[in-house]
């Protein structure tokens, strides 16, 4: 992600969350955050989807992962997830985690298909509507689990 490309991600995260980051918050990200990592993903020159990962040591954060509604179902959460997984193997994680909210089946769908299980739920995690927020986590990223794991759903992914 580029600074160029907030005000498309905006309009993705204005379309697929209820509460929406600061207007400034991604440029901090992008220029401050030294251990923030985002990405796009495009189709042509349009973004379609976005996600971001914060990386501190062994431990891995997912911070926002979205896909412009037009276009979900099309592989595009499921690439920026593994784009955010990778970055973070590549930054030596260890550890990779998440909240997701409790009534989101699509995207823990997605998740646990990438090896993350519910470690724990934080009732009344979301503000705007008290919804309660599972706490998913998954590791070894080092593990040969782990990597057996990726490499077989990455082989699916590319040629799916
Ligand atoms: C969650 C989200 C990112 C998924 O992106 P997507 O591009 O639509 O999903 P993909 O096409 O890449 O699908 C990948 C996997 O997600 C899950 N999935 C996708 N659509 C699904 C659906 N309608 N029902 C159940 N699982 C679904 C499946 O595990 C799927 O893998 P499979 O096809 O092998 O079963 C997207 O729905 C989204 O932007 N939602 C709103 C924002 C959001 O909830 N973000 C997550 C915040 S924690």
Avoid at 63 to 71: E, G, I, K, Q, S
Avoid at 141 to 150: G, Q, V
């Amino acid at each position: 992600m580029a600074p160029d490309d907030i005000s498309a991600v905006a309009q993705i995260e204005r379309a697929s969350f209820a509460t929406v980051w600061p207007t400034n918050a991604f440029y901090n990200e992008l220029r401050t955050n030294k251990l923030a990592h985002y990405f796009v993903g495009r189709l042509g020159s349009r973004v379609v989807a976005y996600g971001g990962i914060w990386v501190i040591l062994e431990d891995s954060h997912v911070t926002t992962l979205a896909v412009d509604p037009r276009y979900r179902g099309r592989r595009f959460g499921e690439a920026v997830l593994l784009r955010l997984i990778d970055e973070a193997i590549e930054r030596g994680a260890a550890w990779i985690t998440l909240e997701v909210r409790e009534s989101n089946a699509v995207a823990q769908q997605l998740y646990r298909k990438y090896g993350f299980t519910t470690v724990t739920m934080r009732t009344g995690y979301y503000s705007d509507d008290n919804e309660s927020a599972l706490i998913m986590w998954a590791g070894s990223l080092k593990s040969e689990l782990y990597r057996n794991r990726l490499r077989v759903l990455r082989e699916r992914f590319e040629t799916a």
